[in-house]
């Protein structure tokens, strides 16, 4: 970075001076720091309402080692200045400490700013390596020659451990550690992870998160996030991907994570496999004006109103008067807040969320709601949805008859719901048998049921299941009658010979499908044989529908909308068999135990429970 014409010492140690004496005056305070109160908790009244605290982050300071050492230390001065009435717990650094690792004056320069914070116990901080910390950035961290590292000369373990008790340990490469720092009433563990985390290192990582199972996890690294062309949107860089993959989407602990290297900022909210909010972030300042100009970013934990509360701020630019400041001295920026229900986010780490899900009621066995709200964060781009009853039917978006073309021409998530249910959308599915399309599928784990009289398990003597679809304003019989809106794959003979019942035939066992004539229609399978199926009337395109199949163990009844349609009920249907292990669909029929007949229109929510639901419990009624 070109820094072009650089203000005379005495002006840089004149506002150096300037910052020191505002920190003894007490310029953002009347008292001394040391005495200074905690800032009030809004939500003291309330009860037992914690108190907010501050974690500051200080990203890539490379700039300020190599061309101005004074606004890093501006940075560590003001944290050890203000920690007390800015209630900061931690710091965390986001690695390139120093722009040139083979430079020894770098490495001074940023041993003098961090040995501000290692002054006093109460400001511990972490620290990792980023690509410029390293003598070759190609290199995993367990392919280093440790012995010849400067950050491990600089920044070793044992420096750590000797200042802070927050220093809970290191691996054996000595650039992976982790703190565990404590609030008012609450411990947080952040994990403190190389530039390129080799094997070893996760699994070192996931040893220290079995280790502390009860604890809320903070993740930084160098580089996890990127961000997009608009200068926005954060995006998953190849490294942050496999972080994802192999640690933090299956360690529901892991529910913030930093990281620099990136120029700019951004800001993701993803969804783990339990269906739990990452917030996670990517701050990079070191390509602005003078790399950064001293700004930090400080994320303030409101307890008291669920949320975190981010900004950027520059105790460098504080320091200079305001008539003294140029355009390009930014105070703050990037001010923000993203709600964080403390209480029930750090609840029963690696336990679906979803159990308190106001539709997930009393006796639900299953319950897709095909909203974005609901879908796991991918790095493959790969779609997937909760299952909101916490029972692990996790369902996976696939093709079917090698549709050409981008997959938002035949599958999509949009934000349009309908007027009645939960969901806050609804999935969009645009295919057909003669262009193909997608389809959503899961094992279905979790969808077992009781025991049937053959002995085999995948008997459900009483049921309600709900579906809220809509079917597009083209639709035409040619191209999408059959179809199917929930479909259990193998056929009605394979189910019935599984259960030793004697019945036969090629439909699906249990299919909820749309007729040739645009009728809804209800296929099952139960413990006294193949019944007769139940059918709506015709049903108009454009138009949001709620479907309810109500089975008391005597007969199975179809509701449309609140209504009791005219054909249902007509013999004795004892509950439902289905054979556990086989596919569940949504958005296709099958045939023979073969997929086919791809839906079209919308689909929000699918629930299945296991008992009869009143009408005032079904989601029409919501």
């Not at 809004?42 to 309402?49: C, F, H, Q, S, T």
Request: contains cysteine; glycine residues 8%.
């Amino acid at each position: 970075m070109s820094i072009g014409k650089r203000s005379g010492w005495c002006s840089i140690w004149m506002v150096l001076c300037l910052t020191f004496l505002l920190a003894a005056c007490g310029s953002d305070s009347d008292s001394d720091p040391d005495e200074a109160a905690p800032p009030e908790n809004p939500g003291e009244d309330a009860g037992n309402v914690l108190p907010t605290f501050t974690l500051a982050i200080v990203p890539d300071t490379q700039k300020y080692a190599r061309y101005s050492p004074e606004r890093y230390t501006v940075q560590t001065q003001w944290i050890a200045d203000h920690y007390k009435e800015q209630n900061i717990k931690f710091t965390v650094h986001l690695g390139d400490v120093v722009d040139r690792a083979g430079e020894p004056n770098e490495w001074v320069a940023a041993r003098q700013a961090m040995e501000i914070l290692e002054a006093s116990a109460e400001t511990p901080y972490s620290v990792l390596a980023g690509n410029h910390d390293v003598l070759n950035s190609g290199q995993a961290d367990d392919e280093r020659d440790l012995s010849s590292e400067p950050f491990l000369q600089h920044f070793p373990a044992s420096l750590q451990a000797g200042n802070f008790t927050t220093f809970r340990g290191a691996d054996s490469t000595g650039f992976n550690s982790y703190h565990i720092f404590q609030t008012e009433g609450q411990a947080y563990l952040v994990l403190a992870l190389d530039w390129r985390v080799s094997e070893q290192t996760v699994n070192w990582a996931q040893s220290v998160l079995d280790a502390h199972p009860e604890l809320p996890v903070i993740l930084t690294t160098h580089q996890l996030l990127n961000i997009a062309g608009d200068g926005e949107t954060a995006i998953f860089t190849e490294h942050g991907a496999m972080l994802w993959e192999q640690l933090i989407r299956s360690n529901d602990q892991i529910f913030l994570t930093f990281n620099g290297h990136h120029h700019g900022e951004a800001m993701m909210v993803a969804k783990n496999d339990y269906g739990r909010d990452v917030v996670m972030v990517v701050v990079d300042y070191q390509s602005g004006f003078w790399g950064g100009n001293g700004m930090l970013q400080l994320v303030d934990f409101d307890y008291a109103n669920d949320e975190l509360d981010f900004r950027s701020f520059s105790p460098w630019v504080a320091a200079i008067p305001e008539d003294q400041r140029q355009p390009q001295d930014e105070l703050s920026r990037w001010v923000f807040s993203v709600p964080l229900d403390f209480s029930a986010r750090f609840k029963s780490f690696n336990e679906a969320a979803t159990g308190d899900a106001p539709g997930n009621i009393e006796g639900t066995e299953a319950y897709w709601i095909l909203d974005d709200a609901h879908r796991i964060t991918s790095t493959s781009g790969e779609v997937r949805f909760l299952d909101a009853s916490g029972k692990g039917n996790d369902l996976t978006l696939v093709p079917h008859n090698s549709p050409v073309g981008d997959r938002s021409a035949f599958f999509r998530i949009g934000s349009e719901a309908p007027p009645f249910g939960y969901a806050k959308g609804a999935s969009t599915f645009l295919g057909n048998n003669d262009i193909g399309g997608y389809y959503l599928t899961t094992d279905a784990p979790g969808l077992i049921f009781e025991t049937s009289d053959s002995g085999n398990p995948g008997y459900l003597p009483q049921y309600t299941i709900e579906a809220i679809v809509r079917l597009p304003g083209d639709w035409t019989p040619a191209e999408n009658q059959w179809s199917g809106i929930l479909n259990h794959r193998p056929q009605i003979t394979q189910v019935c010979n599984y259960h030793s019942v004697s019945c036969a035939g090629s439909d699906a066992a249990l299919g909820l499908n749309v007729s040739s004539l645009k009728e809804f229609q209800w296929v099952s399978t139960s413990q006294n044989g193949k019944g007769e199926d139940n059918w709506s009337w015709e049903v108009a395109s454009s138009y949001w529908y709620h479907i309810a199949l109500v089975n008391d163990g005597e007969r199975v009844q179809m509701y449309v909308d609140g209504s009791l349609v005219m054909r249902t009920g007509v013999d004795e249907q004892h509950g439902l068999l289905v054979e556990p292990g086989q596919p569940w669909s949504i958005g296709i029929n099958s045939w023979e135990g073969n997929p086919g007949n791809l839906f079209a229109g919308d689909i929000a929510e699918i629930r299945i429970n296991n008992r009869v639901l009143e009408p005032g419990e079904w989601l029409y009624n919501h």
